[in-house]
Every structure is written in structure tokens, then in C-alpha cells.
């Protein structure tokens, strides 16, 4: 069993040394990458790479920032910022943890994403995302 988020005199119970998912970074979704991503370098971050639709920012403090150009069809009303977790096992071990302190399941990973995440939404829809692997990817030879 996962530890609560709050307990009845709402302090913070949870460890998190033992859950199954690891802070990763912040995602921010925008419509143009290249502009976005020099107003970004202009506050402090600095660029570290850039792979199809994403760019990868630094800040001195450490903060990894994902440009991410979003471009799905699909509502993205939903979609402004999102913290970002790697998934450091089972994903289904991971869904069944964010379940049990409160999330809720926003977006499914879909045919055509470029990666592989779940979006889940917080009391408030605010997302956070769960960032694993295809099954199919740890096995393939590529």
C-alpha cells in the first residue's frame, strides 16, 4: 500500500524515496518552439538539445524545462504546463500509485505520440506526466 497524500491534520506522510516514479522535469506546450525557445534562453535557460518537436532548457539551479510543440488535434484546453516523471519500473505499478493519492487519468499514450506518456490531472486538471517506454521499444534491436 502507497502512502496518503495528507493525513487527517494535513501534513505531508508521504516518503517518496520507495515510490515508483522520480521527479523529471518541467514541460511547458507550446505552439512555436523556435520563438518560445529564445524567450526562454533570454531568463536564464540555456539550451541543451533539441530532437524533432522538443527542446531541451537548463537553468544554473539545475531545472530541466521541455519545449514541447504541440500540434495534436485533439483539446489541448487542458494543457499548459505539466511536471514531468520518469517511470523508474512497472507502468501499471506507477498508474496504480498516482491513482491512490488523488490523480486522475487525463490522456492516454496514442498511436503517433512521440513518446510515451500518460497525462494525469490533479485536483485541479493541473497534468502531470508519466514518462515510460513501449513495451515494444525495450525489446526492439533499433
Known amino acids: 500500500s502507497y ?12 516518503t517518496w524515496a520507495d515510490a515508483p516514479i522520480s521527479f523529471r522535469n518541467i514541460v511547458r506546450y507550446v505552439k512555436d518552439l523556435d520563438a518560445n525557445t529564445k524567450m526562454y534562453e533570454a ?6 538539445n533539441k530532437r524533432g518537436d ?5 537553468n544554473d539551479e539545475g531545472l530541466t524545462l ?9 483539446d489541448t484546453s487542458f494543457l499548459d504546463s505539466s511536471i514531468g516523471f520518469t517511470v523508474k519500473s512497472d507502468i501499471a505499478e506507477a498508474r496504480k500509485y498516482v491513482e491512490s493519492v488523488g490523480f486522475k487519468l ?7 505520440d512521440k513518446g510515451f506518456f500518460f497525462i494525469y490531472g490533479d ?9 515510460g517506454h513501449h513495451l515494444a521499444a525495450k525489446h526492439s534491436k533499433h
Open 3 to 14: 502512502p496518503t497524500a495528507m493525513t487527517d491534520n494535513n501534513t505531508n506522510t508521504s
Open 43 to 48: 531568463i536564464g535557460f540555456k539550451f541543451q
Open 54 to 58: 522538443m527542446t531541451t532548457l537548463k
Open 66 to 74: 521541455i519545449l514541447h510543440q504541440w500540434s495534436d488535434p485533439r
Open 106 to 112: 487525463l490522456r492516454l499514450p496514442a498511436d503517433g
Open 123 to 131: 485536483l485541479d486538471g493541473n497534468p502531470i506526466n508519466l514518462v
